[in-house]
């Protein structure tokens, strides 16, 4: 790990430095407004650099030693002492408890970013290889892949992965982007919290809430996104909300904006929880500015699309779509909609969380669902709003530590108990703004059921909800008048939460093979252990003839590993690209800087079943095959046609 990411974090701790001594809104709220410029920043370095293919440690270490230096040379020049010293407040014991158990989690889950390598099934395919690909080939403009999630799906989290893989020369911090989001997500919903009237105790609640949510403690080790963009998400409910709440200026347009863009840019289930949102704010713009409400309005919504714009520029070249390939569209929207097709799958999501161990209980419920889905005449796994998948979706399941397919059952009850108490209690403070909060929340949910197919590993794009949704929690209950009773609930939240902190798969703290006495290189594989002897084999080989260039042949491949058992201990740098493209991306074959690949060896991973050709063709150069073992091959370049390179 070198100094040079030091950079970066230098930059944010100086941002931050001057906005908390120059602002009057607090340390929570300086953090959040600091992500944003970072995030901001961080996407306009990529996107310049990435047009001159000049993403490299150099460019990017000297673009962040500029931006380092800025803000230094503002702070130290512009910088009002500190007139905001921290207020002590006295806070109860049993909040200092809470406190302290959030710092447990959140060490916890860093402590598993820090030491456990990218493993997560997305990551080994898609999430991680764009890294690679991108800082390659210098630029993060497309590319011939057999995987086109690599192109299409938006980047901003891969992005800032990047950053850390080039600034490291390794994956060390790749894990820790998810985990810098989850703890700005538990600090922001605390500020939701306060925008909807609670106080210390409900700011406190709502955050205990946050950082207990099972899927969010296995996703904040993970280099998947989905807690990237719960943070935006939060920065721009946050913002939206201060709209409404104080006489905001042009910065908190501004930062609604940049959320939004920067949300939309990591995940596209972005928009279907900001939309209910978006029309939240029209709404709060139109009571206080009147006619001129579409000033605001326009100006965030320009924002977010130039922050959005190189990548939709890109896949609009590719494809003629802004977000997805049409094949992908096609595959995950609902083909049919009625109220019975989204019954179903508001039935389905809600199921996903909720877990039941006792297998009799279990399939009385099971039952129940199966015949509500016959009263409404559609089959379960009907494939025209459910994705294809080996194994049918047969219901609710047992509790899983597994980090696509756990749930949140107590969390979704502890959602549910608060829509109980704000719907009958008359007492509580933010009743119209709850209500409100609530409504756009549940109808973003809606949202996500009636446009996107159903898929039983989808249990991660609620996490959004889920962290929304502890604001409102926080608040409403911190209310309730059974104080007792309440902090019994907050805490058999937070105790349900544990065996998720040490047992969560594929990163356990704890166990047999755990992250801490499992080789580096065996834990990549730790979701398909059974490929790894496979690919240190094949690595074998290709190192022993001193092979550099790479082709890659596959449909599906497990791609991420195969670049990390490759450049380990390789004395010369690798370079891997698909061949046998027969996509959309084929197009880019024949562009620079991939018309003048020359592969010196070609490894395919098929199964052994599927693909038994012993000689390949790659621009009509023939490759025979030299080495075999399980699902992988390698191919060399036939010596009779050409000399070896």
Sequence with gaps: ???????????????????????????????????????????????????????????????????FIIAGYVFIKYNKKARHPLNVTRIPRFLILLICLIAFIVAAVGLIALVAPPNTWDSMTYHMPRVMHWIQDHSVAHYPTSMTHQLFMPPWAEFAIMHFQILTDGDRLANCVQWFSMIGCIIGVSLIAKQLGAGLRGQIFASVIAASIPMGILQGSSTQNDYVVSFWLVCFVYFALRIKKTRTGLADFLQTGISLGLAILTKLTACFYALPFFFLLFWFLLKRFKSKSWKPLVLIIAIALVINMGHFSRNAALSRSLAYGT?????????????????????????????????????????????????????????????????????????????????????????????????????LKPKADGVAYAVVNLAAFVLICFTVKFDPYQGRYHLPLFVLMSALAGTVLAEISYKRIMNLIILICVFYSVPWVFRGNPRPLIGEKNIFNMPRIEQYFRTRIWLKDYYVEMASFVKSRHYSEIGLLAAK?????????????????????????????????????????????????????????????????????????????????????????
């Design 327 to 427: 094949a992908a569209k096609q595959r995950v929207v609902n083909e049919i909609y009625g109220f019975q097709f989204l019954t179903s799958n508001i039935i389905r999501n809600a199921g996903l969380h909720l877990v039941m161990p006792a297998k009799r209980v279990r399939d009385k419920m099971n039952m129940a669902i199966k015949s509500l889905h016959g009263m409404l005449g559609i089959d379960m796994n009907d494939p025209r709003i459910t994705l294809p998948q080996p194994v049918k979706y047969t219901g609710i399941t047992r509790i899983s530590f597994g980090e696509d397919n756990t749930g949140n059952p107590v969390h979704l009850a502890l959602i549910l108990l608060t829509l109980v108490f704000l719907m009958t209690s008359r007492s």
């Design 1 to 67: 790990m070198t100094i040079f990411v030091l950079l970066p974090l230098s930059f944010f701790v100086f941002i931050f430095l001057i906005l908390r001594n120059n602002g009057e809104n607090g340390i929570r709220h300086a953090i959040l407004s600091t992500s944003i410029i970072y995030g901001v920043s961080l996407t306009f370095i990529t996107e310049l650099f990435s047009i001159f293919r000049l993403i490299t440690r150099g460019w990017i270490s000297a673009a962040w030693a500029s931006a």
């Design 557 to 645: 491949p497990w791609e991420y590993p195969l670049w990390v058992v490759l450049e380990e201990d390789h004395m010369q740098k690798i370079r891997i690209e698909y061949v046998g493209v027969d996509n959309i991306s084929a197009k880019l074959c024949d562009t620079y800087p991939f018309k003048d690949f020359d592969p010196q060896a070609i490894v395919s991973f098929y199964d052994e079943t599927a693909f038994e050709d012993k000689k390949i063709f790659n621009k009509n150069i023939s490759y025979i095959q030299q080495w075999s073992s399980g699902p992988l091959k390698v191919f060399i370049r036939d010596r009779s046609q050409f000399p070896e390179k």
